[in-house]
């Protein structure tokens, strides 16, 4: 479907709100007065012209432009012979006609470095490589009327990218999407799709795809993103620094917090997320007192109280979709009860052995394993579950407080390759240019009576992105303290700055 034909019914402008739907047998020029209320001919005559020529005609390439071109070199030699169609999606309605913000398909952004939405990467075999395309929707149209008529024209959604500045901007030759369905029809030899982001385009394809092979595609493009390339890695430290800032932001509110309710926090990390990034990369969990315990506590509408551990996992996805995934567990009134302490000291200690775990040539799961391993021996002390340790280890009894693994590759996605094999992933090696969560955590649920009361309610997790290098390993966020006297010292005089500003 072509944004022509999408007139919307109702709009918040009375000259589009007036437009009857159109078709393509109906050329918007062509309605006359009467089939348009409130458009006379003379408007529509005097709104196709007098604009300015706005072409952009210094366009630099965009940042990421040589990575983008040698992910597709690789994406090509992987599949010889094949033509590979990578859509962005489409938007979504959250309801009526009002639609989510769009995000493009990590694998689009991924090989293209654009985020335009029902755009598609076309690579077409050719010699002994591929030709690739970027198929895109033009600048809207101003004889027909759509710019302003149709709901989807730029005077309502901004303006596009005219296909030539977009072919500056992402180094690939462009095309009109509005012909790719036809062209996918008629084209020759074997096809794969990324699948899940465009219907239309999947429907175009249907008698030339088949399921297992377009999983191959999907796999490949997940493994290809497992060891980050320079510019990935400079985009994922951008967005652990406004991660901090916005860690630092929360500290700075938390007695409005108190006054009002953990959508305050939520509010005030969204902020720094909107401001300096694209948006958070997943949805914050702002988890006060016994919501902590709760894996993905995304409603954040309950109390904050001073005495209570603030469990805040959240992290700012940068303009180029890049998202840090950081967990701090706070003291909402800055001190660690003594019990507090000792359950957050032993989570404490078992990132630390994780962290210890992350080094080129080691398994992926080692650093999940040290940190369960502390764990472990820490409820076996406090008396919670009966060692010895290894028995525990060995049945998983310890997974009654610790829930979930102790990470996963971070990137784009903030549960990054998801689709890759798991002998290149869960069961692989680490190598240098792996980015990784070490996330480990102790949750005791406010109705677990295995525990003693006092225990029930508290859930702590540490979460930091750690680099693989050549050597060992590099926190990326480091510059948020993790120690609990850290974390008080870091919090007390975040809130000293405030109240001495007044
Ligand atoms: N924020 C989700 C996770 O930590 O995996
Ligand atoms: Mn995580
Ligand atoms: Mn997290």
Known sequence: MTVADELPAVTDG????????????????????????????????????????????????????????????????????????????????????????????????????????????????????????????????????????????????????????????????????????????????????????????????????????????????????????????????????????????VVRVLDRAEATSERYIEGTFFLRARVEGNDVGYGTIAAAGPHACTLHWVRNDGPVRSGDLLLLDAGVETHSYYTADVTRTLPVNGRFTELQKKIYDAVYEAQEAGIAAVRPGGKFRDFHDAAQHVLTEKLVEWGLVEGPVERVLELGLQRRWTLHGTGHMLGMDVHDCAAARVESYVDGTLEPGMVLTVEPGLYFQADDLTVPEEYRGIGVRIEDDILVTEDGNRNLSAALPRRSDEVEAWMAALTDSKDSKG
Request: hydrophobic letters at 40%; a negative charge.
């Open 14 to 249: 009375a000259a589009a709100a007036a437009a009857p739907e159109a078709s393509e047998e109906e050329p918007i020029e062509q309605r006359k007065n009467g089939l348009y209320p409130g458009v006379s001919d003379e408007l529509a005559e005097n709104m196709k012209s007098g604009w300015a020529d706005t072409e952009l005609r210094d366009l630099r390439p965009v940042a990421q432009a040589a990575e983008t071109a040698a992910r597709r070199a690789a994406l090509s030699a992987r599949f010889p012979g094949e033509r590979l169609v990578i859509p962005a999606g489409n938007l979504k309605t959250r309801s009526n006609d009002t639609e989510y913000p769009f995000r493009a398909s990590v694998e689009y952004a991924y090989l293209t470095g654009d985020q335009t939405e029902d755009g598609v990467l076309v690579l077409e075999p050719k010699g002994d490589g591929h030709v690739a395309t970027l198929y895109l929707l033009p600048r809207s149209n101003r004889e027909n009327g759509e710019f302003w008529l149709s709901g989807h024209g730029e005077l309502w959604v901004g303006r596009r990218h005219s296909l030539t500045e977009a072919e500056k901007l992402y180094g690939i030759p462009v095309a009109d999407v509005r012909e790719i369905a036809d062209e996918l029809r008629g084209a020759t030899g074997p096809v794969r799709v990324v699948r899940g982001y465009d219907a239309g385009i999947e429907a175009a394809l249907t008698d030339k795809v088949t399921a297992e092979r377009d999983e191959e595609l999907r796999v490949f493009l997940s493994e290809a993103r497992l060891v980050k390339d320079a510019f990935e890695i400079g985009e994922l430290q951008k967005a652990v620094d406004s991660t901090v800032r916005g860690f630092e932001d």
